[in-house]
């Protein structure tokens, strides 16, 4: 099974700032990752698939970078409704598996 | 509108079963691969199953394989979650969501609670 380890497990930020979030793979998964956001309450939403590409709908603050084992989620500007928690996934293997998570928060 | 809607969560003692269903709108239903994941209270995002648009591929994680069985009918545009043997360790919410690259629809969750 690969495993996903996402750093930091919690990222404190002032609305405005660039967030940056990490996501290691423990094998190579290609190009073959997701990243979805999560907000309390709420089934999650994909934010980003096959490392770069925007879902329909996601703002052009969110960005998605790597290949191989390491990626990278980017939120140019941080708005106020971007303070959540954010997962990544890959599809290179089965099972799929999701890291552990990224909670966002207000600083 | 694209929707997915999941039913038949509920309290189930160990070692009991229980039967869920996803009903999709909004899609080619058959034409899409669905998966399962759960979530258990406070924690993160677990992948359990999925099938392909024909029902011809099936995958499980390794800890519910043999217990859990994962179908479709696309006739009705509904697929399902059987549950069997279940244990503590499977509460959760349990959500259906569409996908193959992805998981780019998701429906709103059925909690599942295994306890005595």
């Known amino acids: 099974e690969i495993v996903l380890t996402q750093s930091p497990a919690t990222l404190s930020l002032s609305p405005g700032e660039r967030a940056t979030l990490s996501c290691r793979a423990s094998?190579?998964?290609?190009?073959?990752l997701a990243w979805y956001q999560q907000k309390p309450g709420q089934a999650p939403r994909l934010l980003i698939y096959?490392?770069?590409n925007r879902a329909t709908g996601i703002p052009a603050r969110f960005s998605g970078s790597g290949s191989g084992t390491d990626f990278t989620l980017t939120i140019s500007s941080l708005e106020p409704e971007d303070f959540a928690v954010y997962y990544c996934?890959?599809?290179?293997?089965?099972?799929?598996?999701f890291g552990q998570g990224t909670k966002v928060e207000i600083k | 509108e694209v929707q997915m809607l999941e039913s038949g969560g509920g309290l189930v003692q160990p070692g009991g079963s229980l039967k869920l269903s996803c009903t999709a709108s909004?899609?080619?239903?058959?034409?899409?691969?669905i998966n399962w994941v759960r979530q258990a209270p406070g924690k993160g995002l677990e992948w359990v199953s999925a099938?392909?648009?024909?029902?011809?591929?099936?995958n499980y994680a390794d800890s519910v394989k043999g217990r859990f069985s994962i179908s479709r009918d696309n006739s009705k545009d509904t697929f399902y979650l059987q549950m069997n043997s279940l244990r503590a360790d499977d509460t959760a919410l349990y959500y259906c969501?569409?996908?193959?690259?992805?998981?780019?629809?998701w429906g709103q969750g059925t909690m599942v609670t295994v306890s005595s």
């Open positions: 094998q190579s998964v290609s190009s073959y």
């Open positions: 996934q890959q599809r290179s293997n089965w099972p799929r598996t």
């Open positions: 099938i392909s648009g024909s029902g011809d591929s099936i």
């Open positions: 096959n490392a770069s």
């Open positions: 909004g899609f080619t239903f058959s034409s899409y691969a």
């Open positions: 969501a569409k996908g193959f690259q992805a998981f780019d629809m």
